[in-house]
């Protein structure tokens, strides 16, 4: 029975937690977009309309797809010092951060002074293809050369805007110039409206290829993150990313009252990080300020002559200071230090009582491996 209840609340927490799983009932499985539709879904980089359906033919305003652009970038946290002023929008305005931010990282090109940005208007699939492209560092070519590479693949070459020819040649080079697969003859169709499924499939391949080739202010914003704190010795890290080993033991904060006199099995707690958790080398694996939330898994009261207090933590899932919550499974039984006389009472006579106070801090013991970008804080799945 204690299994069972074990489960059902681990459930309950995980569900209400975590973000919802992928389930659009207008996007299939076999959609030519629906693998990009899921993952975006799950970074939270994409969302469905309140209904629960996606409507992959919809299109997107040139506002949402800044917003999507820089979240698929994990840059939502960058600080703009200087702003561009537009006719059109003002601060108050909802996508006025991800605007900036996408012309700080040179996404989009910055118009002269007081022109309007247009946010309503839909984002062309020119449009959103080149912010793609211009997140990359790229092999400079030439006009020539890039109506040569999309004379060769697509039908509409002639009628490429001649704004976009470098960025589609470049584009259709690293594969990244978007089409529908069932799509004969291929078409580039620059000035037509991206739909949210080739939105998906943009900012997927952008993402992509910015983990190997970012521009300059993407590369500074997106290396490894450093900074002091707990070192986790057993973590590693390859490439960009960390991971925490399962058997790894870290400190966590608890912020609710427990003890094994008072409280029951399946109460639920919270708790923070302490301190950041770092790599051996300084990577920050998770930020200081995360919270931890799970349940009291045994609680069993002291009695004399009977046994001594038991108190176990499980921990389910972790909101990360980025607003990620995913799943974060560990456990720590909460035990006390005694000398030799207290080791010898408490075996003979039993009966010690076990409390947790708010600001106590315990240690919580892994349980699965926990993978996190170094770059961003993003845990993986």
């Known amino acids: 029975m204690k299994f069972l209840f074990k489960a059902f609340v681990t459930l309950l927490l995980v569900t209400f937690y975590s973000i919802p799983a992928f389930a659009y009932p207008d996007v299939s499985q076999s959609h030519w977009a629906a693998k ?24 997107v305003t040139r506002a949402e797809f800044a917003s999507m652009a820089i979240k698929a970038l994990g840059q939502e946290h960058t600080t703009v010092a200087q702003p561009v002023n537009f006719t059109d929008i003002d601060p108050s305005f909802w996508a006025y951060d991800a605007i900036q931010k996408a012309l700080f990282f040179d996404l989009i090109s910055c118009p002269p002074e007081g022109q309007p940005f247009r946010p309503e208007d839909s984002v062309s699939r020119g449009e959103s293809i080149s912010v793609a492209v211009n997140a990359l560092t790229t092999e400079q070519i030439s006009a020539f050369k890039a109506r040569e590479v999309l004379t060769a693949k697509y039908a509409d070459v002639n009628e490429i805007p001649e704004w976009f020819l470098i960025p589609a040649g470049k584009a259709s080079i690293l594969d990244m110039l978007v089409t529908i697969p069932s799509a004969s003859p291929k078409r580039v169709e620059a ?96 930020r200081k300020g995360a919270t931890l939330k799970g349940q009291l898994l045994d609680v069993r009261k002291g009695r004399w002559f009977v046994r001594n207090g038991v108190l176990v933590y499980d921990n389910s899932i972790i909101t990360t200071t980025n607003d990620q919550t995913t799943a974060f499974s560990g456990i720590s039984e909460i035990t006390k230090h005694r000398n030799w006389f207290m080791k010898f009472v408490r075996a003979t006579l039993k009966g010690e009582k076990l409390e947790v106070k708010p600001e106590d801090t315990i240690y919580l013991k892994l349980l699965k491996p926990v993978k996190v970008d170094l770059t961003n804080g993003w845990v993986l799945d």
């Open 36 to 59: 990009e539709i899921e993952l975006l879904t799950e970074q939270g980089v994409i969302i469905g309309y309140p209904d629960g359906t996606f409507k992959p033919d919809e299109n």
């Open 191 to 286: 000035d037509r409206p991206a739909t949210r499924a080739e939105v998906a499939a943009i900012l997927f391949q952008m993402m992509e290829q910015a983990k190997l080739n970012p521009n300059a202010k993407l590369a500074e914003a997106m290396r490894k993150k450093t900074g002091e704190g707990f070192v986790v010795k057993e973590a590693y890290v390859q490439g960009s990313i960390g991971t925490i080993p399962a058997g790894t033991i870290v400190p966590v904060l608890i912020t609710k009252y427990a003890s094994t006199q008072t409280s029951a099995p399946g109460e639920i707690y919270t708790a923070v990080a302490p301190e950041n958790y770092v790599t051996p080398e300084k990577y920050i694996l998770v």
